[in-house]
Every structure is written in structure tokens, then in C-alpha cells.
């Protein structure tokens, strides 16, 4: 029961990693506040959980202050805020709607600072945790993917500075960067002809990955078995970037 007596607030709580990442942390002992923009998945995980749920789009500074203000009515702090919701659009600069590029950076970005300047003042020091959903694609670049790389390159750094502003106090933050996973947010791209074969094609493991993978990796973050580690950027991407991207070579070889 690694999270026994523990409070966790997480945003995207309704579906995906930030669903399962709930599942997990409420079977060792975490209670939840589930926070979603859609009030029915939010309901169920909660639900499912024993947690509270909360509807907030986290793009709105108000929305997000709620949810904090919410979990420590309830509970009198936070110890676990695992900032998880997130979005991306598709489109070359020229052709992107400006409202777009601003509906992913304040949904990746905004709302990862909003979160974590409402629950800081509310976490224990020292014991606090911090994890925020950045992703591979803050790490290097993606074909007609600016706004996500940008706001997802943000995160990280962010993370970094939150780190070291906050270390000497025992709050540790840490960004876990995943890869392509089987979630709603990638089910639409995925449904394209020949995309998932190609996506499949560029990772190593030759899969996605799942959601309840991406939980037990947050989970470690957030446990106090991560004790001294914060600032950290964890991939988890079954291999992608660790591949240059040329071909491999071995498939040939003669014989």
C-alpha cells in the first residue's frame, strides 16, 4: 500500500493513462480527486475509485483552482498532483488555426502551471510529488505537430525549474515522457489508412504502449520509493528514441 493515507489530484482523470494511473494508485491506498472536462468519465473513475470527481477545463485558471480547492476542503492538502490532461492538433504553421495553437498550449502548458501554483502551497514539505504528462514529442520534433512539440518541450523544462525551485523544500517533480499509446487522444490518428502500421513500424517493441503501463511508471514517480529522484525526464516509448531512424541494416545482410 504504497499510497496509503496519500491525497492525489490528477487532471485527465476520467480516461487513459490519467484513468488508469487512478485505478492504481487507489488499489494501494490513495484517495482521489478525479479531475476531467468530460463530468461522466470523471463520475465513473471516481466512482470505480472511492475518489471525488471534479468537471474542470483545465485550460480556465478558475476551473483548475477549484479542483485544488476542492481536494483540500476534502482532505486538507495534496500530496500527489500528477498533471495529466492533454490535447494536440495536426497542421503545418501556415495552416493552423491560431485559436488552436492557443487551445493546446493552454491545455499542455497553461494548466500544468495553474495546477501546480494552487497545490504547491497545499503539499506536504517535506513528501509532496509532482509528476506532469510531458511526452517524446517535447524531446524532438514531430511532422505537422508544432503546437503539441512546443507546449511538450515546455513541460519538461518547466518540470526541471519546479525541480530545483522546490527541491530544498522535499517536493520533488518529475515529467514522464511517453510515446505512442493506446488512448482516446491517439484512437482518432491511429484510425487513418496505414498510419498505426507505420507508427508500429518506428518503435523498437513494434507496439504501443497501454495506459496501465504509463500508471505504473507515474506511480513509481509519485511513490516514496522515487525519494531522490526529481528533475527527471523518464521515457517510456518501448524504444523509439533510442533509434536513430535509419534503417536497420541487419535486414540486409546476405544469408
Known amino acids: 500500500m504504497r499510497f496509503a493515507n496519500k491525497v492525489a489530484l490528477i487532471t485527465g482523470g476520467g480516461s487513459g493513462i490519467g484513468a488508469a494511473t487512478a485505478r492504481l494508485l487507489a488499489r494501494e491506498g490513495a484517495a482521489l480527486v478525479v479531475v476531467d472536462i468530460a463530468a461522466d468519465h470523471a463520475q465513473a473513475v471516481a466512482a470505480e475509485t472511492g475518489g471525488i470527481a471534479v468537471e474542470a477545463d483545465?485550460?480556465?485558471?478558475?476551473?483548475v483552482e477549484r479542483a485544488v480547492a476542492v481536494a483540500v476542503e476534502r482532505h486538507g492538502r495534496v500530496d500527489i498532483l500528477f498533471n495529466n490532461a492533454g490535447i494536440g492538433c495536426i497542421g503545418r504553421t501556415p495552416d493552423l488555426d491560431p485559436e488552436q495553437w492557443e487551445r493546446v498550449i493552454a491545455i499542455d502548458l497553461n494548466a500544468v502551471f495553474y495546477a501546480c501554483r494552487a497545490a504547491i502551497p497545499h503539499m506536504p514539505r517535506p513528501g509532496g510529488a509532482i509528476v506532469n504528462t510531458a511526452s517524446i514529442s517535447g524531446l524532438a520534433g514531430d511532422y505537422g505537430f508544432s503546437a503539441y512539440n512546443a507546449a511538450k518541450g515546455a513541460v519538461i523544462n518547466y518540470t526541471r525549474t519546479l525541480a530545483i525551485d522546490h527541491a530544498r523544500e522535499g517536493i520533488r517533480v518529475?515529467?514522464?515522457?511517453?510515446?505512442?499509446?493506446?488512448?482516446?487522444?491517439?484512437?482518432?490518428?491511429a484510425a487513418l489508412p496505414g498510419l498505426e502500421q507505420a507508427w508500429h513500424a518506428a518503435i523498437p517493441m513494434g507496439r504501443a504502449g497501454t495506459p496501465e503501463e504509463m500508471a505504473e511508471v507515474a506511480a513509481f514517480l509519485a511513490s516514496d520509493a522515487a525519494s531522490y529522484v526529481t528533475g527527471s525526464v523518464i521515457v517510456a516509448?518501448?524504444?523509439?528514441t533510442a533509434w536513430t531512424g535509419q534503417p536497420d541494416l541487419t535486414r540486409f545482410l546476405p544469408g
Open 174 to 189: 518529475n515529467a514522464l515522457c511517453p510515446g505512442l499509446i493506446a488512448t482516446p487522444l491517439t484512437a482518432g490518428a
Open 58 to 63: 483545465v485550460a480556465r485558471r478558475a476551473d
Open 237 to 240: 516509448d518501448g524504444g523509439q
